[in-house]
């Protein structure tokens, strides 16, 4: 956290200047280590957190505690300083790493961790933004109402008649959103007061003892901004921190309470190094130093857009850099760590690890993303969670029991668009190929692993089944959806007919033979340079020059080349409608009257069997993507860069085409097909 930002937030754990703080958690660590024989690596005894039937109490509904440790980077578990965390990951379940959201900062993420809300939905966007409605400023320190959206997962918890308490989290002293018991912020207050008061609430009577309970914890982001990640001071707060959470499962232990509660810990990002510099120019830099974005062209992933409180220019800087707009801001800057960067970069990546009589034991679980952490708070709860962007069920191997998996609501395979296939030529088109290959005869049939959302889809949608593809139609708004197919080498040309563009008749009201010409844009097909089937009007996109010399054509040489090293592959492609940039599909006028403002495109085969023709494999590899749909990179990416940057999650296609992934059960259960959906490589 910005120590400058949060009056009296200040913590001296090196060099001469010692804490009492600190004092207190070093003899605890100390004592700890002087009464236990053998190595560090038996500093805990396993019996402590995996004391599953040592509980002394009834609860009528078990507690749930979540720790937030600000600040732990997932890689600070390789200095193997912190055995009583490290014993954790044998009495509980832990993920690989954690994703935050971006921007990965204190105040935002604290608060989707809450909420399970993106930033740019719940509303605080930073550590310090400007809202132009409200007329002020945020800081660390605004309690006033109006800036905190969405509801938190204590204020859930009251309204399912829970009571909760807080020690310290953002938006827990926020007027509008009290939990029943609450702290005002004092960094000062000791660590060990704060579990002291945690095993306080825990002891009360059922009628006054809260279910929720979260506590935060400045360390070790303290250290990490003064001295930098990798310095010695963070290595001391790394066992400051261990020994807190030692002290809680000792406490937790000698009070019969172990066995008793569900413990979440967390941390809501990590740090980096940073070296200094100024950007005074917002010019194209090849991502050297900063990327760039305006509200339209701000990667998709980042769900970041949609909000007056985001400014017009999005800057990101790369690790180990800071900007600062001013010379004297650079100046008078000492901090040698920092967060905030692309939320997917290994330094930025936080912890999670759970333990407790519901939790799954010595099991570790795949990355994933914070804002799905809501979702498990409330199953553990037993409450209904309100709205947010989670998915209801991505966390369920983290229970000791896997329930049953929510079914998502889809629709039934739509109706096809016309009783029979009939493609016909343009009137200026010439030297087509025959057509009738890719839609009679076919060898075998087609299957299809997606579905419409009930829940998102709101136009009237049907599909064209060819050979190798289908085409998903939307009678309402007379527009495609997308179109998927097998890619296979002896169908992909390396040429397309540009004089040649057919269509199927009694499917669209009005054909798109004829498009405007001008020269700042191109039209490019949604089937790439798949043979014949290029040709259909249907699957035409007008698209910016740029976009259709530039990324798309290295798009189309890129499976040439996943085509000789994968062999078969199956695709998916389509408009994306997201003018306002929040990640969600657009208005029914503005769908109908606007033009689309990205593509998406994933490439998917089989990682240990080939991707026969008309085929679905278990073991899938996918790449999707969104693109912007500009006539411009303003950061000059090379290729490969800007599609990496430019990747999505599979959820996220769905939500902006209303459409529903890997839904053939056959293939997929219910929790492969949510964890597929909810992947966001790295």
């Not at 937790?252 to 809501?268: A, E, R, W």
């Not at 912890?351 to 570790?364: T, Y």
């Not at 000791?400 to 030529?425: E, F, G, S, W, Y």
């Not at 085969?605 to 590899?621: E, G, R, V």
Request: net charge negative.
């Amino acid at each position: 956290m910005n120590t400058k930002e949060r009056s009296g937030k200040v913590s001296e754990i090196a060099g001469n200047m010692v804490s009492s703080l600190f004092i207190i958690t070093t003899v605890i660590f100390v004592i700890s280590i002087a009464k236990l024989p053998g190595v560090v690596d038996a500093f805990i005894s396993n019996s402590y957190c995996c004391k599953q039937n040592a509980c002394r109490y009834k609860f009528a509904k078990t507690p749930l505690l979540i720790i937030s440790l600000d600040g732990f980077r997932n890689s600070y578990m390789e200095q193997n300083i912190t055995p009583a965390i490290d014993s954790l990951f044998y009495c509980g379940t832990h993920s690989k790493y954690m994703l935050p959201s971006f921007p990965s900062k204190t105040f935002p993420n604290h608060y989707t961790i809450a909420t399970g809300l993106y930033p740019a939905w719940h509303g605080i966007v930073d550590n310090r933004f400007y809202d132009e409605e409200l007329g002020a400023f945020f800081k660390k320190s605004t309690q006033k109402p109006g800036w905190y959206l969405g509801e938190p997962i204590w204020l859930t918890a009251q309204k399912a008649g829970l009571k909760s308490a807080v020690f310290f989290w953002p938006g827990s002293e926020n007027s509008e959103k009290l939990p029943n018991y609450w702290m005002k912020y004092d960094s000062s207050t000791p660590f060990t007061s704060r579990v002291d008061t945690i095993i306080k609430w825990l002891q009360l009577p059922e009628n006054e003892r809260p279910t929720l309970i979260q506590v935060y914890f400045e360390e070790p982001d303290l250290a990490g901004h003064k001295y930098g990640p990798h310095s010695q001071a963070v290595r001391t707060a790394l066992i400051l921190t261990d020994g807190i959470i030692n002290y809680l499962l000792r406490r937790l232990d000698d009070q019969g309470l172990m066995g008793c509660i569900n413990v979440i810990i967390v941390s809501d990002h990590d740090a980096d190094s940073i070296t200094s510099s100024i950007m005074t120019k917002l010019q194209c830099q090849h991502g050297n130093n900063y990327l760039m974005y305006g509200k339209d062209t701000v990667p998709i992933r980042f769900h970041y857009g949609g909000s007056s409180r985001i400014g017009d220019i999005i800057i990101s800087a790369r690790p180990e850099t800071s900007i600062f707009l001013t010379a004297e801001q650079n100046e008078s800057y000492t901090r040698l760590g920092d967060h905030g960067y692309d939320n997917r970069i290994d330094s930025m990546r936080a912890i999670f690890i759970a333990f407790g009589p519901d939790i799954g034991m010595n099991r570790v679980i795949d990355s994933f993303q914070n804002i799905e952490l809501y979702n498990l708070f409330a199953y553990l709860l037993r409450i209904d969670a309100a709205p947010n962007n989670g998915t209801d069920g991505a966390l369920f191997d983290v229970l000791r029991t896997l329930p049953t998996i929510p079914m998502t609501a889809v629709d039934h395979p739509p109706d096809q668009c016309t009783n029979m296939i009939n493609i016909k030529m343009c009137n200026f088109s010439h030297n087509c190929p025959v057509m009738d290959d890719i839609y009679q005869r076919c060898p075998m049939i087609f299957y299809s692993s997606i579905s419409a959302s009930k829940m998102h889809f709101t136009g009237e949608l049907c599909r064209i089944n060819l050979c190798d593809a289908i085409i998903y139609f939307d009678r309402k708004f007379q527009k495609t959806i997308m179109v998927e197919g097998i890619i296979r080498q002896s169908i992909w040309v390396q040429k397309t007919n540009e004089n040649c563009v057919t269509y199927i008749e009694n499917v669209m009201q009005i054909n798109l033979c004829e498009t405007p010409k001008n020269d700042s844009y191109s039209v490019i097909s949604l089937f790439g340079n798949l043979d014949r089937y290029n040709t259909l009007d249907l699957a035409r996109m007008i698209v910016p020059k740029a976009f259709s010399d530039g990324i798309w054509q290295y798009i189309l040489s890129t499976i040439t080349e996943y085509l000789t090293k994968y062999g078969n592959m199956r695709f998916f492609s389509g408009p994306i409608y997201d003018q306002n940039g929040d990640g969600v599909r657009d208005s029914d006028d503005q769908i109908r009257d606007g033009n689309p403002s990205h593509l998406f495109f994933v490439f998917m085969w089989c990682a240990n069997s080939a991707l026969t023709d008309y085929t679905l494999c278990k073991d899938i590899i996918f790449h999707p993507y969104i693109l912007p749909l500009k006539d411009s990179n303003l950061n000059c990416l090379d290729p490969p860069e800007y599609l990496h940057d430019n990747a999505v999650r599979m959820r996220d296609i769905e939500l902006l085409t209303g459409m529903e992934f890997f839904t053939d059960r056959s293939v997929w259960s219910n929790y492969e097909a949510i964890k597929l959906r909810t992947m966001l490589r790295t």
